[in-house]
Structure formats: structure tokens, C-alpha cells
């Protein structure tokens, strides 16, 4: 599904996520243009996160609308799911890899969503040999090349989360969203996993949260800072200095106002759903 010129990757409207009778998430109004790489900072707690599972379809709204790639998710079917998955490349904490398979089968997954590649490659391990090639591109340009072989269940932290980046670059999708891609990291292997991101996100929309502000640079045009569930600042990066930051995490030190509801409510807006069901992407 292509978006219009002038049709926003991300759409939302008067957005509220709860959990527990308390609000997570509260957004009037927020929209990403196509193609921008938007950084999402603020403290613990801020709903950052949240923000990254509402649009990847994992944290169900207690109200408002949201459209990602020209899709509603109100009106969604089973079919218009899958179709959003497959365009949706996703590095969220948690990182899923099967732990059976090897590096290499775990990238080459990400193919699955392209066009023509269906899920019975997965089951047979057998892939194109031209496809083989590009994921072991992937794993070596994050310094991985000699481990393509081990399964996934004996790769230490950082290890999973680089075959998670290759995975994404294999899958080319249209938005990518980033929990904190380089949190298991080293110095020298985060700025290889920046450079991977970018890769993967080259010509289309990319939401990280971020939490070194040296990263912002690598990582963002804009930014967003996020605390008490609502946005503070929406700035371009060059408009975002160490003393806005600073206020931003200070501000996790005053209680939040308006984050919590009545507990009758809470029956009616439930809050994160545990999770949907997982579709097939053939």
C-alpha cells in the first residue's frame, strides 16, 4: 500500500494507553512524515516504549485513533494485519529470534515479508543462495561474520541484538521501530549498529528510542521528549541542547499531573493487551 506525497508515515489522534487505572500514554495529536528519522527520548517511564508497542500493533489504545501507513488500525482485518507486518520492521525489547535456528536462518526470517518469499523456506531451511549471500553481508558488517553458524540460544545479549538488526536489513521495510538498539552494546559495536539502522531504515521511516543523547546525531532529524505519558518538546535535533534535555529528565522528578483515572474507568478502557496473535506473513 503506497502512501501519498503528502500522507504521513504516522498519524494519531487524541491517543490514551492505561494500564492498572493508570495512564501510560496520553498524545492529542502527533504525525511523522514519511521518510523522517525521529528520535524518542525522556525518562524511565516516560511511555516511550509504549508509544513504539502501540504502533507495532502489541499495546491496544483505551481510546483515540491511529494510522500508520495509511492503515487505521480500527478497521484492520486479519489480512490488513499481516500486510502492515510484513512493511513494519521491529527491534523491540524483548528481542525475538528463534533460539533453534542458526544467526544466518534467523536474518534470512526477515526476507519472508518481501514479495514472493513465502514461509515454507523458513520450515525447510532453504533460501536462494543470492538471499544467503545478503544476510551474511548483514551479519558481517556488524562483525558477526564467524557466528552465523551458532544457533541463536548461545549468543550472548549484544550478539542477538546485531542478528535482530540484520534481520531488519534483510526485511526492507517501509517503517522501522527501535527499542533501544543499542542497549547491549559496546562503544565500538553501537556505532556499527547506528550505521545498520540507518541501513536498514534507508528510505524509509525510522522511530528509535534513545537513550545516550551522543546517539541523537546518528539516529534522528528530529526528536521527541516524552515524560508522564505526554510529549514536552517536538524539535528539529539542531534546536535540542544538553540544558532541554536536562529539563526533560528532571521533570521525572515532580509527580505527574493528570495520569491517573477513576477505577470504574479502568473496566471500560482496559490497557495493554498482552499480545495479538501472531499472523503468518506468507
Known amino acids: 500500500m503506497s502512501l501519498?506525497?503528502?500522507?504521513?508515515?504516522?498519524?494519531?489522534?487524541?491517543?490514551?494507553?492505561?494500564?492498572?487505572?493508570?495512564?501510560l500514554l496520553q498524545l492529542p495529536r502527533l504525525q511523522i512524515a514519511s521518510g523522517e528519522q525521529v528520535a524518542i527520548v525522556g525518562p524511565n517511564g516516560a511511555g516511550k516504549s509504549t508509544l513504539l508497542r502501540v504502533l507495532g500493533g502489541f499495546a491496544?489504545?483505551?481510546?483515540?485513533?491511529?494510522?500508520?501507513?495509511?492503515r487505521r488500525f480500527h478497521s484492520l482485518d486479519r489480512v490488513g494485519w499481516q500486510q502492515l507486518r510484513r512493511e513494519t520492521g521491529q527491534l523491540l525489547q524483548g528481542l525475538h529470534l528463534v533460539p533453534r535456528l542458526t544467526a544466518r536462518e534467523n536474518v534470512?526470517?526477515?526476507?519472508?515479508?518481501?514479495?514472493?518469499?513465502s514461509a515454507w523456506r523458513s520450515w525447510t531451511r532453504c533460501f536462494p543462495a543470492a538471499l544467503v549471500d545478503e544476510a551474511d553481508?548483514?551479519?558481517?558488517?556488524?562483525g558477526m561474520?564467524?557466528?552465523?553458524h551458532l544457533r541463536a540460544d548461545r549468543l550472548s545479549g549484544g550478539e542477538r541484538q546485531k542478528v535482530g538488526l540484520a534481520r531488519l536489513q534483510l526485511q526492507r521495510p517501509r517503517l522501522v521501530l527501535a527499542d533501544e538498539p543499542t542497549a547491549a552494546l559496546d562503544p565500538a559495536a553501537t556505532a556499527l549498529a547506528c550505521a545498520a539502522l540507518r541501513r536498514s531504515a534507508a528510505g524509509a521511516t525510522l522511530l528509535t528510542v534513545v537513550h545516550q543523547p551522543s546517539l541523537l546525531p546518528l539516529l534522528a532529524t528530529?526528536?521527541?521528549?516524552?515524560?508522564?505519558?505526554?510529549?514536552?518538546?517536538?524539535r528539529p535535533l539542531a534546536a535540542v541542547d544538553a540544558?532541554?534535555?536536562?529539563?526533560?529528565?528532571?521533570?521525572?522528578?515532580?509527580?505527574?499531573?493528570?495520569?491517573?483515572?477513576e477505577?470504574?474507568?479502568?473496566?471500560?478502557?482496559?490497557?495493554?493487551?498482552?499480545?495479538?496473535p501472531r499472523l503468518s506473513t506468507s
Open 4 to 23: 501519498a506525497p503528502d500522507e504521513p508515515a504516522v498519524r494519531i489522534t487524541d491517543l490514551a494507553v492505561v494500564a492498572d487505572c493508570r495512564v
Open 60 to 70: 491496544r489504545p483505551a481510546r483515540g485513533e491511529v494510522e500508520v501507513l495509511g
Open 108 to 117: 534470512l526470517i526477515g526476507a519472508l515479508a518481501r514479495p514472493g518469499l
Open 137 to 142: 553481508a548483514a551479519l558481517d558488517a556488524l
Open 145 to 148: 561474520s564467524a557466528m552465523r
Open 222 to 234: 528530529r526528536v521527541i521528549g516524552l515524560a508522564a505519558g505526554q510529549i514536552v518538546f517536538d
Open 243 to 261: 540544558l532541554l534535555l536536562d529539563a526533560l529528565y528532571a521533570s521525572s522528578d515532580r509527580p505527574p499531573s493528570g495520569t491517573t483515572i
Open 263 to 276: 477505577p470504574g474507568q479502568a473496566d471500560r478502557e482496559r490497557g495493554i493487551a498482552s499480545a495479538r
